[in-house]
């Protein structure tokens, strides 16, 4: 009760931000003019308002995106507001191991710096569908393509780091609801990537972000072993009402926001912790962790689990390397 309160009231947290704060608010002293920055979603919602307010900072962004007329079109909409912000748009669907690989060798290709990887884009699929490599298609957008992307990404964030001497960040958008999630993930992932089955979307959905909480963990350990300069860190952005919800329009979920209301953050607010993780000075060497408002948290038990974390590293490395299309099976 009191910490439900405490975000009723947006009362500000050991970060000196809340609820309530906005994206505008939390990067109001950060000079981002040196920093490039890949950030996956960035043509709605959430990922919008995180792009804009980073352009307002002065950084060099990256755009990719499965739609490349809708990045075309938010990227002309920033620079109408921030003209001298630089921006490329590159193709890249999340659920194709081959277009991930594809997009991390366009972008090697312009010989850029990395500071900054965001992976911000998620999908709620109220169907049940399977990716071209054999993958149920919310875990392979979700997890598994943003999994291979950041693996591809890590040597050029490396070497930025220590050429610039600037620590690199990784931030994952996760939600709450990864702890709506219990069971064998990896037995269960292999179920539901089957073209026939039982779907649960919304569990589905929250297996997706309970392995962006595992990948994180297990990312950091891996960094740190290495001493590589670049930290990870995941956010829940809260409740908030966008285009993730756009397969499930209807009465049902318009009664469930409305409902809701008072707990549902305005776009700026739920893209405050995504920017807060992503540029705040007082994060330094902060790796491995999970943020709601703007505020170091604790994420399920099954989300701080170091040996299911190792298990799904193991399993997503065979995934991307020896993809199948005749559906999932990690120990082939």
Same mark, same amino acid.
């Given at each position: 009760? #009191?910490?439900?309160?405490?975000?009723? *009231?947006?009362?500000?947290?050991?970060?000196?931000?809340?609820?309530?704060?906005?994206?505008?608010?939390?990067?109001?002293? @950060?000079?981002?003019?040196?920093?490039?920055? #890949?950030?996956?979603?960035?043509?709605?919602?959430?990922?919008?308002?995180? =792009?804009? +307010?980073?352009?307002?900072?002065?950084?060099?962004?990256?755009?990719? &995106?499965?739609?490349?007329?809708? &990045?075309?079109?938010?990227?002309?909409?920033? +620079?109408?507001?921030?003209?001298?912000?630089?921006?490329?748009?590159?193709?890249?669907?999340?659920?194709?191991?081959?277009?991930?690989?594809?997009?991390?060798?366009?972008?090697?290709?312009?010989?850029?710096?990395?500071?900054?990887?965001?992976?911000?884009?998620?999908?709620?699929? %109220?169907? %049940?569908? #399977?990716?071209?490599?054999?993958?149920?298609?919310?875990?392979?957008?979700?997890?598994?393509? %943003?999994?291979?992307?950041?693996?591809?990404?890590?040597?050029?964030? #490396?070497?930025?780091?220590?050429?610039?001497? +600037?620590?690199?960040?990784? =931030?994952?958008?996760?939600?709450?609801?990864?702890?709506?999630?219990?069971?064998?993930?990896?037995?269960?992932?292999?179920?539901?990537?089957?073209?026939?089955?039982?779907?649960?979307?919304?569990?589905?959905?929250?297996?997706?972000?309970?392995?962006?909480?595992?990948?994180?963990?297990?990312?950091?350990?891996?960094?740190?072993?290495?001493?590589?300069?670049?930290?990870?860190? @995941? =956010? %829940?952005?809260?409740?908030?009402?966008?285009?993730?919800?756009?397969?499930?329009?209807?009465?049902?979920?318009? *009664?469930?926001?409305?409902?809701?209301?008072?707990?549902?953050?305005?776009?700026?607010?739920?893209?405050?912790?995504? @920017?807060?993780?992503?540029?705040?000075?007082?994060? =330094?060497?902060?790796?491995?962790?999970?943020?709601?408002? @703007?505020?170091?948290?604790?994420?399920?038990?099954?989300?701080?689990?170091?040996?299911?974390?190792?298990?799904?590293?193991?399993?997503?490395?065979?995934?991307?390397?020896?993809?199948?299309?005749?559906?999932?099976?990690?120990?082939?």
């Amino acid at each position: 009760m #009191i910490e439900t309160g405490r975000y009723l *009231l947006g009362a500000a947290g050991a970060s000196g931000f809340g609820s309530k704060s906005t994206a505008e608010e939390v990067t109001e002293n @950060c000079d981002l003019r040196s920093i490039t920055a #890949i950030i996956t979603g960035a043509t709605s919602g959430i990922g919008a308002e995180t =792009v804009r +307010v980073l352009a307002r900072r002065g950084a060099r962004l990256i755009f990719p &995106a499965r739609n490349v007329k809708a &990045a075309e079109e938010a990227k002309e909409k920033i +620079v109408s507001e921030f003209p001298e912000t630089e921006i490329v748009v590159m193709k890249l669907d999340l659920s194709s191991i081959t277009s991930v690989r594809s997009f991390v060798s366009g972008f090697e290709s312009l010989d850029l710096p990395l500071n900054l990887l965001i992976n911000n884009a998620g999908k709620l699929a %109220h169907e %049940h569908a #399977i990716s071209e490599d054999g993958i149920e298609m919310t875990f392979a957008t979700n997890y598994l393509g %943003h999994f291979l992307l950041t693996n591809l990404l890590l040597k050029k964030m #490396i070497q930025t780091a220590e050429e610039t001497g +600037v620590q690199g960040r990784i =931030v994952n958008v996760t939600s709450g609801i990864h702890g709506w999630f219990t069971g064998d993930l990896i037995e269960y992932l292999r179920l539901i990537s089957q073209p026939k089955c039982q779907f649960d979307a919304t569990r589905a959905y929250a297996l997706s972000k309970l392995a962006n909480v595992l990948h994180t963990k297990e990312l950091s350990s891996r960094l740190q072993k290495i001493e590589a300069n670049v930290t990870v860190n @995941c =956010v %829940h952005p809260g409740v908030v009402r966008t285009r993730l919800t756009r397969d499930r329009e209807g009465l049902l979920t318009d *009664l469930v926001f409305f409902l809701a209301s008072k707990l549902v953050k305005t776009v700026p607010q739920a893209a405050a912790t995504t @920017c807060y993780v992503a540029t705040n000075p007082r994060l =330094v060497n902060v790796s491995g962790k999970y943020f709601t408002d @703007c505020n170091e948290t604790i994420p399920s038990g099954l989300g701080s689990d170091s040996s299911e974390a190792t298990k799904l590293w193991a399993a997503s490395e065979i995934l991307v390397t020896q993809p199948s299309k005749a559906g999932f099976d990690p120990c082939s």
